[in-house]
């Protein structure tokens, strides 16, 4: 008999979920139906996006007639295992507060769907560079907004875009709801990201009606740029058939454990659209109200003010280049632009990606100014300095021991996209790379990973190394201007298992490189335009150096002033043949 009547409360506990996330999904329906309309032909204008050469370099993707491009989850690097998925710890969150937050992530699902949707005089184009910002006083008078950070000098970030992407809604879903892949699809934004508490688990098989209580850590590559904290809801919903929105808004517990006292995200987010061929339309949106813990330094507070540091331009052109690059380790074929027979399968090829996806991760972790890092500041070079910080390496994918990384900023009067082009020419190299004493390196491997044709990873032969070392380079870049240049030596044997096909999780990384950014003058000429893409500057940039050392193989060894000078010169060095190099001495 009691069997029975578990059975019995069992199903009707499940009919009364499945008409609550019924109840819910209908009224969220409803409200896209009012606001977004169907079809969804009001949304802000998508600029038309040349695949051409993309899709020339993947074969039968997107051919006609051909499905598109159609993941593997478990090839991306944030299903790896070295990545945990750690069990999630007791919140503490009361049954009632946890209604008042579904409550609350409802009512900014219902904003962000306005926000995504609306015109003038909501949006206004903004006359220097064409972005989409937010009129504020509009917002107040629509949305009645009271709660605002207590700190006078708080600044609200709002801005808007949207464009195209190589990825199929239901996958975009998927890696944004997991904070593992959401760190691994914007490594150069996101440092850390976990789930708190899952709220909601959503309808089975299904991410919708998801809700989650998160903390993530955002960055710019510099040490000089504070980062960012935010507690947060993540709200999914799927509105109909290849129709998603996710929200992201701060709930301020009544015991303040779940919310940061400096950075708040109003309701922010995202509308996914699938489209043919495994591609997908995102209009995004950036919300936030924020006050600085340490004021930006002046090299930065151009670009940080202006928003266009974590800005919904940046995330866009971030997740589109992301995206093209996780179609690129799915291609089975290999690209006209590849070096043809080094690699001798698409199971190396997929290797070499993994191994150079973990070294840029590395690397974007190592010289963030997160409170994980203790910068030390050595005096010379600049008024910026060269910052040092040691750490003690025992993760499977390093050297063992004692890790010293220095780094530093500079401005150049120099486009970024001329920069970014300079640093990876393997040709250029020996007019900045002191280590190589001037001597040239020889490109034995290529894989292009995207459409532009500086977005690849090549293996280098330096003339005056030994025959046994190589170096392993990833170069990348998107239309918002931001770069990367990123290396690391590796020996043949550990090259010659990843170009096999086999696991590259153990192969020892210590990445080197530059984080290049624009560095917030926009061209005055760039107005009027209508999305990231079209946005061109030709002011000057932002350059991060960056070095890591292996100090010591014994983890208890202490860091000498010997070492501290050596990567002290280092920088200091390439820095100065740097802007030799590009003419710009006097800087």
């Given at each position: 008999m009691g069997t029975t009547e578990d059975i019995y409360f069992d199903e009707q506990k499940l009919r009364m979920d499945n008409a609550r996330l019924k109840e819910e999904l209908d009224r969220v329906s409803s409200i896209a139906a009012k606001y977004i309309g169907r079809p969804i032909s009001q949304l802000p204008p998508i600029h038309p996006v040349s695949v051409t050469s993309l899709e020339l370099s993947m074969g039968s993707f997107g051919a006609q007639g051909m499905p598109g491009p159609s993941l593997d989850l478990d090839l991306l690097p944030g299903t790896s295992s070295s990545l945990p998925t750690l069990p999630l710890q007791p919140s503490g969150i009361s049954d009632m507060e946890k209604s008042l937050m579904a409550e609350f992530s409802a009512n900014a699902m219902d904003e962000l769907i306005r926000l995504l949707q609306a015109g003038e005089p909501l949006w206004m184009r903004s006359p220097v560079d064409g972005r989409d910002v937010l009129n504020l006083e509009s917002y107040e008078r629509m949305f009645h907004r009271t709660d605002h950070l207590k700190n006078p000098d708080a600044r609200i970030e709002a801005s808007r875009d949207s464009g195209v992407v190589i990825m199929n809604g239901e996958t975009l879903v998927d890696m944004f709801m997991d904070p593992n892949k959401w760190v691994e699809l914007f490594p150069t934004l996101v440092l850390k990201a976990r789930i708190i508490d899952i709220l909601a688990s959503g309808v089975v098989g299904?991410?919708?009606g998801s809700l989650q209580l998160m903390y993530e850590e955002l960055q710019v590559l510099s040490p000089l740029v504070s980062t960012r904290e935010f507690y947060f809801l993540r709200y999914c919903q799927q509105l109909e058939q290849g129709l998603w929105v996710i929200s992201d808004v701060s709930f301020d517990s009544r015991q303040n454990q779940f919310s940061s006292p400096h950075s708040r995200r109003l309701p922010s987010g995202c509308l996914i659209q699938d489209m043919p061929n495994g591609y997908s339309?995102?209009?995004w949106v950036e919300h936030v109200e924020v006050e600085e813990k340490t004021p930006s330094h002046r090299l930065y507070r151009e670009l940080v003010n202006s928003g266009m540091a974590f800005g919904a331009e940046r995330w866009l052109a971030t997740l589109q280049r992301m995206c093209e690059r996780f179609a690129c380790l799915m291609v089975t074929g290999?690209?006209?632009r590849d070096l043809g027979g080094v690699i001798p399968s698409p199971d190396g090829r997929r290797s070499m990606m993994k191994l150079s996806q973990r070294m840029i991760n590395n690397f974007c972790a190592s010289i963030s100014a997160s409170n994980g890092h203790r910068w030390t500041t050595l005096s010379g070079l600049n008024d910026v300095g060269v910052r040092?910080?040691?750490?003690?390496?025992t993760d499977p994918g390093q050297p063992n021991g004692v890790v010293l990384s220095a780094a530093t900023s500079i401005w150049l009067p120099v486009s970024s996209q001329n920069v970014f082009n300079f640093f990876r020419d393997e040709r250029s190299r020996p007019q900045w790379d002191v280590l190589s004493n001037g001597n040239s390196v020889q490109e034995v491997a290529h894989i292009a990973n995207g459409s532009h044709p500086g977005n690849s990873i090549s293996v280098l032969r330096a003339f005056n190394a030994s025959h046994n070392m190589l170096i392993l380079q990833e170069s990348c870049t998107d239309s918002s201007g931001s770069s990367l240049v990123v290396y690391a030596s590796v020996d043949l044997p550990a090259i010659n298992i990843?170009?096999?096909?086999?696991?590259?999780?153990y192969i020892p990384l210590l990445p080197s490189g530059f984080a290049i950014l624009p560095d917030g003058r926009p061209d005055q000429g760039a107005a009027g335009a209508s999305t990231s893409s079209t946005v061109s500057?030709?002011?000057?940039?932002?350059?991060?150096?960056?070095?890591?050392?292996?100090?010591?193989?014994l983890p208890n060894a202490k860091l000498n002033l010997e070492s501290v000078n050596t990567v002290n010169n280092l920088i200091s060095t390439t820095v100065q043949q740097i802007k030799a190099a590009l003419n710009c001495s006097g800087s």
């Amino acid at each position: 008999m009691g069997t029975t009547e578990d059975i019995y409360f069992d199903e009707q506990k499940l009919r009364m979920d499945n008409a609550r996330l019924k109840e819910e999904l209908d009224r969220v329906s409803s409200i896209a139906a009012k606001y977004i309309g169907r079809p969804i032909s009001q949304l802000p204008p998508i600029h038309p996006v040349s695949v051409t050469s993309l899709e020339l370099s993947m074969g039968s993707f997107g051919a006609q007639g051909m499905p598109g491009p159609s993941l593997d989850l478990d090839l991306l690097p944030g299903t790896s295992s070295s990545l945990p998925t750690l069990p999630l710890q007791p919140s503490g969150i009361s049954d009632m507060e946890k209604s008042l937050m579904a409550e609350f992530s409802a009512n900014a699902m219902d904003e962000l769907i306005r926000l995504l949707q609306a015109g003038e005089p909501l949006w206004m184009r903004s006359p220097v560079d064409g972005r989409d910002v937010l009129n504020l006083e509009s917002y107040e008078r629509m949305f009645h907004r009271t709660d605002h950070l207590k700190n006078p000098d708080a600044r609200i970030e709002a801005s808007r875009d949207s464009g195209v992407v190589i990825m199929n809604g239901e996958t975009l879903v998927d890696m944004f709801m997991d904070p593992n892949k959401w760190v691994e699809l914007f490594p150069t934004l996101v440092l850390k990201a976990r789930i708190i508490d899952i709220l909601a688990s959503g309808v089975v098989g299904n991410r919708s009606g998801s809700l989650q209580l998160m903390y993530e850590e955002l960055q710019v590559l510099s040490p000089l740029v504070s980062t960012r904290e935010f507690y947060f809801l993540r709200y999914c919903q799927q509105l109909e058939q290849g129709l998603w929105v996710i929200s992201d808004v701060s709930f301020d517990s009544r015991q303040n454990q779940f919310s940061s006292p400096h950075s708040r995200r109003l309701p922010s987010g995202c509308l996914i659209q699938d489209m043919p061929n495994g591609y997908s339309k995102i209009t995004w949106v950036e919300h936030v109200e924020v006050e600085e813990k340490t004021p930006s330094h002046r090299l930065y507070r151009e670009l940080v003010n202006s928003g266009m540091a974590f800005g919904a331009e940046r995330w866009l052109a971030t997740l589109q280049r992301m995206c093209e690059r996780f179609a690129c380790l799915m291609v089975t074929g290999t690209s006209t632009r590849d070096l043809g027979g080094v690699i001798p399968s698409p199971d190396g090829r997929r290797s070499m990606m993994k191994l150079s996806q973990r070294m840029i991760n590395n690397f974007c972790a190592s010289i963030s100014a997160s409170n994980g890092h203790r910068w030390t500041t050595l005096s010379g070079l600049n008024d910026v300095g060269v910052r040092v910080t040691v750490h003690k390496s025992t993760d499977p994918g390093q050297p063992n021991g004692v890790v010293l990384s220095a780094a530093t900023s500079i401005w150049l009067p120099v486009s970024s996209q001329n920069v970014f082009n300079f640093f990876r020419d393997e040709r250029s190299r020996p007019q900045w790379d002191v280590l190589s004493n001037g001597n040239s390196v020889q490109e034995v491997a290529h894989i292009a990973n995207g459409s532009h044709p500086g977005n690849s990873i090549s293996v280098l032969r330096a003339f005056n190394a030994s025959h046994n070392m190589l170096i392993l380079q990833e170069s990348c870049t998107d239309s918002s201007g931001s770069s990367l240049v990123v290396y690391a030596s590796v020996d043949l044997p550990a090259i010659n298992i990843a170009m096999s096909g086999e696991d590259p999780s153990y192969i020892p990384l210590l990445p080197s490189g530059f984080a290049i950014l624009p560095d917030g003058r926009p061209d005055q000429g760039a107005a009027g335009a209508s999305t990231s893409s079209t946005v061109s500057r030709s002011g000057g940039s932002l350059v991060t150096v960056a070095f890591q050392i292996l100090v010591s193989s014994l983890p208890n060894a202490k860091l000498n002033l010997e070492s501290v000078n050596t990567v002290n010169n280092l920088i200091s060095t390439t820095v100065q043949q740097i802007k030799a190099a590009l003419n710009c001495s006097g800087s």
